[in-house]
């Protein structure tokens, strides 16, 4: 007995030989022109530049055998008579009528390139928005269907993928070219939809990685870190500070893995703030009472010590003080000693300046650096003095040496396996934002380049999958699309 394929709420039958007798003919055209292929390739010299052609023409072949199926299948799942239809369907608690007519859509998005969608409209009212069923139900979302808008959300948040070269690889991709206004309605869609379900999917992986070391025997380490990155703006013709978070578990002094949290420039950067003060929270919750050690990585920047002196130098979480330890990034550290060597007189005894800079910075990493560090400026400064153009320079380095003495015991903080530099975080912002949103020539509007990089957090944090499938779920569904009928 012939049996009957019903899609979800989508329910028109359609019957397993006719999908037989339709994908046949598919499949024996497509297979003529791939014997005809083979024939060519095989039948004349085999060299490089026809094997290039005859791969290249494959894989059309294929792409375009996808094509086909895809659109056979999507218009057939809706029946072809309206009067099989409802004569109304409630999507998003609105209610809408159905039309007298079928409208064609030839510029449907797949992964295998464009498709015509023949559908069904539903308008709202008497002249209210219109609703498409089919569309609402196969998810296709600004004209993209979800493998499609997957794929391009990932390559514009790609490395070094602007805009025009995200148009031109999807292109060669599916043979289709995507208009500009096109792709960044899908990228806004993508970034308003997954965004919610970063935190989520974050925590999961922070746990996962934390769980691991854990089987392994070894005890976790949870490392945060903050930091800003200078960002064009095309309203303001300027440049503004955007900002950078990370957190990273570490086992036993190697990564296990980093998720990221990036904002476009705001003002006191306090989204960046609420959200990673939100996710390191739901982190420890979520680790009970094997709360893991935390350290805080950065620069002594004025938010990155801000938020130490505001969030985590008292850090409650259900009424219980969790100790964080702050360290003070050794190289920022570095760069006073080297103001300091630059501003000391020397006169031409240069190798002097080098040698010891050089065991200074070595001398920071021993057991009692800082003090043994600060004996030796303190007598080089009696032996040599400062420049006076360079004076003022190094005497706010030693001020800064000394304010931020208790975050500076490198010895011990590296022998418990902590980090005492900030290159994840900087690390972090090349990536993040250098290397996507300053390519050459970019300025950005706050909207855009929040979107894209808010993409780009997503996908470095590998949880592109998760916050996709979840983004997914949420579509809301089409109420009564179709009455079923009986085979």
């Known amino acids: 007995m012939d049996g009957q394929l019903t899609m979800g709420r989508l329910v028109n039958a359609i019957q397993v030989s006719d999908i037989r007798d339709?994908?046949?003919?598919?499949?024996?055209?497509?297979?003529?022109?791939?014997?005809?292929?083979?024939?060519?390739?095989?039948?004349?010299?085999?060299?490089?530049?026809?094997?290039?052609?005859?791969?290249?023409?494959?894989?059309?072949?294929?792409?375009?055998?996808?094509?086909?199926?895809?659109?056979?299948?999507?218009?057939?799942?809706?029946?072809?008579?309206?009067?099989?239809?409802?004569?109304?369907?409630?999507?998003?608690?609105?209610?809408?009528?159905?039309?007298?007519?079928?409208?064609?859509?030839?510029?449907?998005?797949?992964?295998?390139?464009?498709?015509?969608?023949?559908?069904?409209?539903?308008?709202?009212?008497?002249?209210?928005?219109?609703?498409?069923?089919?569309?609402?139900?196969?998810?296709?979302?600004?004209g993209f269907t979800p493998a499609a808008a997957d794929m391009v959300g990932r390559q514009f948040a790609t490395c070094g993928s602007s805009q025009g070269r995200t148009i031109a690889v999807i292109e060669e991709r599916i043979g289709a070219k995507i208009g500009s206004k096109k792709l960044r309605n899908i990228v806004r869609s993508l970034a308003e939809g997954m965004e919610p379900f970063?935190?989520?999917?974050?925590?999961?992986?922070?746990?996962?990685?934390?769980?691991?070391?854990?089987?392994?025997?070894?005890?976790?380490?949870?490392?945060?870190?903050?930091?800003?990155?200078?960002?064009?703006?095309?309203?303001?013709?300027?440049?503004?500070?955007?900002?950078?978070?990370?957190?990273?578990?570490?086992?036993?002094?190697?990564?296990?893995?980093?998720?990221?949290?990036?904002?476009?420039?705001?003002?006191?950067?306090?989204?960046?703030?609420?959200?990673?003060?939100?996710l390191l929270r739901e982190t420890v919750r979520a680790c009970g009472e094997a709360v893991p050690e935390i350290v805080y990585v950065s620069d002594a920047g004025k938010v990155e010590t801000a938020y130490w002196k505001n969030v985590l130098r008292k850090f409650y979480i259900d009424g219980q003080r969790l100790k964080i330890t702050r360290v003070v990034d050794y190289y920022h550290a570095s760069e006073r000693l080297t103001t300091i060597a630059n501003a000391l007189k020397f006169g031409k005894n240069k190798q002097g300046r080098v040698d010891w800079l050089r065991e200074m910075r070595k001398l920071l990493l021993q057991p009692g650096g800082w003090g043994r560090v600060m004996r030796s400026i303190g007598k080089m400064k009696a032996k040599y003095q400062y420049k006076t153009h360079k004076s003022q320079d190094a005497n706010n380095a030693e001020k800064h040496l000394r304010r931020y003495q208790r975050f500076m015991n490198y010895y011990d903080l590296r022998a418990r396996n902590y980090l005492i530099g900030s290159g994840i975080v900087e690390s972090a912002c090349k990536q993040i934002v250098s290397e996507r949103l300053k390519l050459s020539g970019m300025r950005w509007e706050h909207e855009g380049a929040q979107q894209t990089i808010a993409l780009r957090c997503l996908l470095l944090s590998g949880i592109w999958d998760a916050a996709f499938s979840r983004h997914l779920s949420t579509k809301q569904p089409v109420d009564d699309l179709i009455v079923a009928n009986a085979a």
């Open 22 to 142: 339709e994908v046949g003919d598919i499949l024996k055209k497509v297979k003529i022109r791939i014997v005809a292929l083979v024939e060519q390739f095989t039948g004349a010299d085999v060299n490089p530049q026809t094997t290039f052609e005859f791969e290249n023409a494959l894989a059309s072949e294929v792409r375009e055998l996808g094509r086909n199926v895809e659109q056979w299948t999507f218009n057939a799942i809706e029946p072809a008579t309206l009067s099989e239809m409802p004569g109304t369907i409630k999507h998003r608690n609105r209610s809408y009528r159905r039309l007298a007519d079928k409208s064609p859509n030839p510029l449907v998005v797949t992964a295998f390139g464009r498709i015509c969608l023949t559908r069904a409209r539903y308008r709202q009212g008497s002249a209210g928005r219109i609703a498409f069923p089919l569309e609402i139900a196969l998810g296709i979302d600004q």
């Open 198 to 278: 970063r935190e989520e999917c974050q925590l999961e992986k922070l746990m996962s990685w934390i769980t691991l070391a854990r089987k392994d025997g070894k005890s976790p380490l949870i490392s945060i870190s903050r930091d800003g990155v200078s960002l064009g703006i095309a309203s303001l013709n300027s440049f503004e500070m955007a900002s950078v978070a990370t957190i990273s578990v570490m086992s036993e002094g190697e990564k296990m893995g980093t998720v990221y949290i990036a904002r476009a420039p705001e003002k006191n950067q306090k989204q960046l703030t609420d959200q990673l003060t939100s």
